[in-house]
């Protein structure tokens, strides 16, 4: 890969991605160093992370390297989804809109709720016996 990179970071719960643009690739992607099939082999979840780049119909002008620690697959998936939007932002500022109208600017802030004391989960009550 060449020298000249442009890079996103991503997070999305617990999962955070490193994503490097390299312009004038072939398409090729490697998550973690490994082929992006190989590493998310769930139907659909790599259609779902190149949402981004085929939004602006450049699947094929970029390589792609991702660094994602924590988290689980689909909390990844979204990670490395931002990290794309977010280096095509650094690219070209001018497709803040179109990314915006597909929702993929905006960082997800939803999170695992923390267990509450006397709960057998975060919201969670025991079941209430009279006697």
Same mark, same amino acid.
């Given at each position: 890969m060449s020298a000249q990179y442009y890079e996103g970071v991503g997070r999305?719960?617990?999962?955070?991605a490193?994503? !490097?643009?390299?312009?004038?690739?072939?398409? %090729?992607?490697?998550?973690n160093d490994k082929e992006a099939q190989e590493y998310l082999p769930r139907a659909g979840d790599y259609e779902?992370?190149?949402?981004p780049l085929s939004t602006i119909g450049q699947e094929r002008t970029y390589d792609v390297s991702v660094h994602?620690?924590?988290?689980?697959?689909?909390?990844? !998936?979204?990670?490395? !989804?931002?990290g794309i939007a977010r280096a095509l932002l650094k690219i070209?500022?001018?497709? $803040?809109?179109?990314?915006?109208?597909g929702g993929f600017v905006t960082r997800d802030p939803r999170v695992k709720e %923390?267990? $509450?004391?006397?709960l057998k !989960?975060? %919201? $969670?009550?025991?079941t209430y016996t009279k006697r």
């Open positions: 999305r719960k617990s999962a955070s490193r994503v !490097r643009l390299f312009p004038g690739g072939t398409g %090729r992607m490697t998550i779902v992370m190149l949402q994602v620690m924590g988290g689980g697959i689909t909390g990844q !998936r979204d990670a490395i !989804r931002l070209d500022p001018e497709l $803040k809109a179109t990314l915006r109208q %923390r267990k $509450k004391p006397g !989960r975060a %919201r $969670k009550a025991p």
